[in-house]
């Protein structure tokens, strides 16, 4: 069966510092990922994704993500993170006729 | 363009009741799936429909069902409500294409007592 695993509940990084968020997949076949960011009280806005082609993926707001199909991941990259990025963060998989699923989540925090 | 709208944002019912909760696509979008999210389970998947059809479906008792109409708005209705159904619904619409982006919206928190 399909799933996703974000291996890192919590995270607390400093303003400016460099991001990285682990999410590891089981699918049999070649995957679709996701990153998707969740702020408080909203709902999820798409970050990049990963279909095919160039296994590192450029996405909004400075976020980029490696797909690693040796290793099964496709963790999530900023290099100078802002206060604002504190969220939720949720790494997914898509299988056949947009079913998505997704990973516990990563929640980060920021400090000034 | 207008994004994907769920209404109410805000239920609070109480145990044995039922209820119904609406969403409303992107304009063009065809796929409508819905999802429930709790600080214990996370988001897990519910359904997805299709052009009126359901063509996906989670693991959920039969309480949770859903529907689609022809405009592509969708309802997802939950009956004899538990304290265990307390969760924020989200919605999520898409082209219905393999591995096509999900937009969602906001959710509706919905608080059973």
């Known amino acids: 069966a399909q799933s996703v695993t974000q291996p890192d509940i919590h995270i607390t990084v400093s303003e400016g510092a460099s991001l990285e968020l682990r999410c590891n997949y089981s699918y049999g076949a070649t995957p679709y990922l996701f990153w998707y960011v969740q702020s408080p009280g909203q709902g999820l806005q798409l970050l990049l994704k990963?279909?095919?082609?160039?296994?590192l993926v450029q996405g909004i707001k400075g976020f980029e993500a490696e797909f690693k199909r040796s290793q099964s991941s496709f963790n999530l990259r900023k290099p100078s993170v802002h206060w604002s990025d504190a969220a939720e963060y949720f790494c997914?998989?898509?299988?056949?006729?947009?079913?998505?699923?997704f990973g516990p989540g990563t929640s980060l925090s920021v400090i000034p | 363009k207008a994004g994907v709208t769920q209404t109410p944002r805000y239920l609070i019912k109480t145990r044995g009741q039922q209820v119904t909760l609406s969403c409303s696509p992107i304009?063009?979008?065809?796929?409508v799936s819905w999802y429930q999210q709790t600080p214990g389970q996370g988001l897990q998947f519910l359904f997805e429909y299709f052009s009126e059809t359901q063509r996906n479906k989670g693991n959920f008792p039969g309480r949770f069902s859903g529907r689609q109409f022809s405009n592509s708005r969708s309802e997802m209705n939950v009956s004899t409500l538990e304290l265990g159904d307390s969760a924020l619904y989200l919605c999520a619409s898409s082209l219905g294409f393999e591995g096509s982006e999900a937009f969602f919206g906001q959710g509706t928190r919905l608080t059973v007592v």
């Open positions: 304009s063009g979008h065809r796929s």
């Open positions: 997914a998989v898509g299988t056949s006729y947009d079913k998505v699923i």
């Open positions: 990963y279909f095919s082609g160039d296994t």
